[in-house]
């Protein structure tokens, strides 16, 4: 009596929650809660037991609807996720691609100019540049740029007019000294036929220097082939020309660069430079030189570091009489050619 009384027991609890879940899922289908049975004459059957079930199916029925539309909701979640994940991976693989081929059409870079040799680098700018001397004179003779700054200066006998405005023409030329000088007295230097310079140009000089001076032979100067003026946007051609060592006494210390160079003037040149212009002829300069140093092995000569005089002939009466005369035309510095172009980068 005991087991059919436990098993009868046991047979209405499934009963009764197989009756639940039903209930739950028709609910949940057809989205209605459940209402309280009804008499057939319309009165609501208000028994306690039935309002307690069927506000249980209604709870249920109202956890999984939430949790269908949440579980929905993730999943709509997460395919728009994974859409958008796509189209993105599209999108740079297709940047990717475009750079590549943009990449892949430009020109291969040139080379690093930091593995160049300093060497190299000097050949490859004189090769460029107009400005500049040729391979062959870089390797024979003493190499200098000349920075010239022609203007007014005081005590000058230059034309009242001519630079009073207070212009100026700043210019660099590159020179080469073709043959290394031994000496200062004409007996003691060696130089060659071929170094020598003209008669025309070695009777300019000689007048250039005093009397009771001796000098060395005068020897031929080599230039690049234009003068480079207002930072390389005009230029002025010049020919080669000559110099020698002046030496008041024998004391090497006491002598002094003479040069001079042939240049066409800026009268004809496309520039404007105001009232201050170079006459076209030849350019006289004059330097302290100290003799010849020994440099990193290599014979050099030793040249002061300040100012030296621009000087031009030309004919007038300030001596008191009708003669050619010596015009300061403006000052200049020459600096080693090696260092110049590594402080310049032309």
Known sequence: TMLFFIATSLSLLAAGAALQVSLIHSVVVHNSPLRLPSTPDGKTIRGRKHRKRINFCNRGAIGVVAMQKRVGSISLHSSQDDIENDSTRSEAERLFARAKAIRDS???PPP???TLTPTTALRKVTKQSTFSLTDELLSNGYNYRLYVDIGREQGTWMDPRWGSSGRRIEMTVDISLRAPIEGTQGNDASSSLDILASNDISNRL???ATRTSSLSPINQIQSAPYARLKGGFDKMAISNGGYCIESPSRSVSSSTLRFCLHVCGTQ???GSYGDVYIPAGYLFF???YFGMRNIDGK??????TKEGTVTVKQMGWNTGWWREESRILGVFRAVP????QQRDKF
Not at 299 to 304: D, N, V
Not at 337 to 340: G, I, K, P, R
């Open 106 to 108: 430009l020109p291969p």
């Open 112 to 114: 690093d100019r930091s």
């Open 206 to 208: 000689t007048k250039t």
């Open 268 to 270: 004809s040149s496309s």
């Open 286 to 288: 004059a330097l302290p």
């Open 299 to 304: 014979k050099q000569m030793s040249l002061s």
């Open 337 to 340: 050619l090696d260092l110049a």
